[in-house]
């Protein structure tokens, strides 16, 4: 995170009630070919609801369970639909509080109202922002492996998804070479990008750099195919905010830039891990001029339809602009769209305003920094925000609003 034609009979299938039957609407498939019935009928329901409900979601930190899911629960009484988490990293250096935002499997979550604090005493005294990095303690890090992690976020899905919860999964990945754990600056690369010899050798199949990529990814897959085996979708959203100029995989135009990392790990998990309960979810970062953003066009960074499910978008700082969503409207040609990441969260005029994100997702402790209480509970309360208990899943796995 960073404080990522089709025809007239298609268009008028999406008008159709969220209780139309598969032989009565005609559904866009997923990429890819072989995708489970159980990553159909999720991609399905997509499609269904895209223009009529949103929704909603929650991101928790890798190892830590259900944590912030859990706060949002007890705040509104009612439970997000979209259950959000990380494979991450670990992280080691000084510095490591730094990057606390993101949730590394070793670091603590950190305190809210101490945060509110800060920034309260930050803005008395002019300065705006979060508080900078030398602000917080120095880091106390965590007795846990990355691995230890990983497999007590794999638990927790199982039981979410066993109570109906629809899966998001991503991955703030340390740079091949380095390993983990990694210093922060080498999954936020800002200032210090890849070099395009470094980015030829990631791109170059046998090269050391290659290899090294294909160790760690292979790692995640085996996580993923776990999930897998129990008939667990995934909305798979790996590499977000790619248009930007702060992580490692970001800000690389052209064919052999970006969008060939993107298909590298689609035919690696697709052909050879044969994982095929993944939606495959392209999230980009809100394309703003912004100091210290720099998003480039979605389109640059863009694989192409027959490589992506779902069209994502990032959007902090309440800029929910029309053009962020219309862009990605014009780009999916039909596809469902998406709210990745949201810091503030959208009101429920801005759901009504843009009506076809399927879901948003709130960024960890970041939704009870950015959003006083009465905003959270006034969209979880929206006629069109669904939560939980407004969904259901049928023997078959066949989800419908009830």
């Known amino acids: 995170m960073h404080i990522r034609s089709l ?53 928790n930190f890798v190892g830590k369970g259900s944590a912030f899911t859990t706060q949002l ?60 990095a030398d602000a917080f303690p120095k880091p106390e890090f965590l007795d846990i492996t ?28 340390c740079f091949p070479a380095d390993g983990t754990p990694c210093r922060g600056e080498s999954v936020w690369a800002e200032g210090h990008l890849p070099t395009d010899a470094q980015w030829d050798e990631l791109m170059t199949d046998g090269t050391p750099l290659n290899e090294a990529w294909k160790k760690s990814v292979d790692e995640v897959a085996s996580y993923l195919g776990e999930l897998q085996e129990a008939n667990i979708p995934v909305l798979w959203r790996p590499y977000h905010e790619m248009n930007g100029e702060w992580f490692w995989w970001g800000h690389k135009k052209g064919e052999q830039g970006f969008k060939r990392l993107w298909i590298m790990m ?17 999230d980009a970062n ?53 709210l990745g990441e949201v810091g503030e969260l959208p009101s429920p005029e801005i759901i009504q305003q843009q009506p076809k994100w399927t879901w948003f997702m709130s960024w960890g402790w970041i939704l009870f920094l950015s959003n006083e209480p009465d905003r959270i509970r006034a969209i979880y309360n929206s006629e069109h925000v669904l939560t939980l208990d407004r969904i259901s899943v049928d023997k078959d796995g066949r989800y419908s609003v009830k």
Request: aromatic share 10%; proline share 8%.
């Open 146 to 173: 990355l691995a230890e992690a990983r497999a007590k976020t794999i638990a927790e899905i199982k039981a979410r998804h066993a109570k109906g919860h629809i899966i998001t999964l991503m991955w703030h990945a």
């Open 266 to 282: 689609y035919e690696r998990f697709t052909n050879i891990h044969k994982l095929n309960n993944l939606i495959w979810v392209w």
């Open 73 to 132: 629960e007890a705040l509104t009484g009612k439970s997000p639909v979209v259950w959000g988490s990380d494979f991450s990293f670990t992280v080691k250096g000084d510095d490591a509080m730094h990057f606390q935002h993101a949730g590394p499997a070793n670091l603590p979550t950190i305190d809210v109202e101490k945060v509110k604090a800060m920034m309260a005493e930050r803005k008395k005294n002019g300065l705006q922002g979060p508080p900078p």
């Open 7 to 59: 025809g007239l009979a298609l268009i008028v299938g999406f008008s159709l009630c969220a209780h139309c039957t598969a032989e009565e609407k005609k559904y866009i498939p997923p990429i890819n070919p072989k995708a489970s019935p159980a990553a159909v009928n999720l991609y399905d329901f997509l499609q269904d609801i895209q223009g009529k409900y949103t929704l909603s979601g929650q991101h």
């Open 286 to 338: 809100a394309p703003r001029n912004v100091p210290g953003e720099r998003g480039i066009p979605y389109e640059d960074c863009f694989p192409g339809a027959e490589y992506v499910d779902v069209l994502a978008s990032d959007i902090y700082r309440n800029d929910y602009k029309p053009s962020h969503y219309e862009q990605l409207l014009v780009l999916g040609k039909g596809k469902p769209v998406a």
